[in-house]
């Protein structure tokens, strides 16, 4: 990125320490930017994070770019072990594993039981750590508990170890996002003239939207006009309540930095909120996506998002001089193996 263009968006100097460079790189960045032809919502860009060469089959760039964010905060903060829960449906337990372990990073995986699976094909997810980690029931709550007590276990033997929500979501992890976003904003400028009017991506943490989020909050500080980032959720957890807690975090966290409090749209619908569950349908649109623009998408994430981007064309939500911008996030490669589990 243009120093120039870095230091628009990151106008202190508390800022331009938080988006410094990551210790570790683990995707190929900047990902591709790209611009596509739809039939009724005409140009649209898309994100190309799939191409970052890390994660599950090397398509899981959203998880690298948080990661980057966290590593990056465990180094500054001399923390060297790492707790955190993990669900069924992972594009990151295999690689995060690799990756701490260059950094010498501890990391400690609570495997929660969500989506509800058979033993027998969890044992196979999680085949990679299933030694060190033990597979447990389906709450969140209860693996908080467990992640709390070993945290204050941690405290008490001085051990410097971290405990974060799943996908990590912690602010650092969401910074690292909203470095892509700033890649993404110049390269747009660059290469279409502008940026795009709205962003839609699936959402499940919350983690990335919010780092977005971010992203454009600090581009509206710099001077660019709004950006609409919608979050397609993906769970049955709130979002709507969630990510303002998040965006709260992150402000403290950069503090004595100051920025404006970051916006996001949550689109809810009960189809796409069944947390990796999906239906012929989603099934179809990936088939459609791949055939007609290329791109592989899956039913548990992309396709969610990219049902709601079609919709709001029909809605007359798009506008008509900016186009939307859909944020391929990633792929998850076992959907397929899957399927017969997973399927409603
Ligand atoms: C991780 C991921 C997302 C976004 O997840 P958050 O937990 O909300 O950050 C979206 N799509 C895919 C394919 C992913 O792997």
Redesign the pocket.
């Known amino acids: 990125m243009h120093d120039s263009f870095r230091d628009e968006y990151l106008n202190s100097l508390e800022l331009r320490r938080a988006f410094s460079a990551p210790p570790l790189t683990l995707g190929k960045w900047p990902t591709p930017l790209e611009c596509i032809n739809h039939p009724s919502l005409g140009r649209v860009l898309v994100k190309r994070d799939d191409l970052a060469g890390f994660g599950g089959e090397s398509r899981?760039g959203?998880?690298a770019r948080?990661l980057e964010g966290l590593f990056m905060h465990m180094q500054s903060n001399g923390l060297n072990t790492l707790r955190m829960p993990l669900g069924n449906i992972t594009?990151?337990g295999p690689a995060l594993m690799a990756e701490a372990g260059k950094l010498g990073i501890d990391v400690h995986l609570d495997l929660v039981n969500d989506p509800p699976l058979p033993k027998t094909t969890r044992q196979d997810i999680h085949s990679a750590y299933t030694d060190i980690a033990k597979l447990h029931g389906p709450s969140y709550i209860s693996a908080a508990i467990r992640l709390w007590s070993s945290l204050l276990h941690d405290r008490l033997k001085s051990k410097r170890s971290i405990c974060v929500p799943?996908?990590p979501?912690h602010p650092s992890a969401i910074i690292g996002?909203a470095r892509g976003y700033l890649e993404m904003a110049q390269c747009a400028k660059e290469k279409f003239g502008g940026l795009p009017g709205a962003i839609y991506?699936?959402?499940?943490?919350?983690?990335?939207?919010a780092g977005l989020a971010l992203g454009e909050a600090l581009g509206r500080a710099a001077g660019d006009p709004p950006v609409r980032i919608i979050a397609v959720q993906v769970v049955p957890e709130p979002l709507r309540l969630w990510l303002p807690i998040l965006f709260t975090w992150t402000q403290r966290y950069l503090r004595p930095a100051r920025i404006p409090f970051p916006k996001c749209e949550v689109v809810a619908w009960p189809k796409h909120t069944i947390y990796g569950r999906f239906t012929k349908a989603h099934e179809t649109i990936c088939a459609r996506v791949e055939t007609d623009f290329g791109l592989i998408i899956?039913p548990?994430?992309?396709a969610k998002a990219w049902d709601v981007m079609e919709h709001s064309a029909l809605n007359g939500q798009i506008s008509s001089s900016r186009p939307p911008l859909f944020w391929h996030?990633?792929?998850?490669p076992t959907w397929r193996a899957l399927a017969e589990e997973l399927r409603v």
Not at 201 to 209: E, F, I, M, R
Not at 329 to 332: A, V
Request: glycine share 12%.
């Open positions: 899981s959203v998880k948080k594009n990151l799943p996908s979501a996002m991506l699936a959402s499940a943490s919350g983690t990335s939207v899956d548990i994430y992309g996030c990633g792929f998850t």
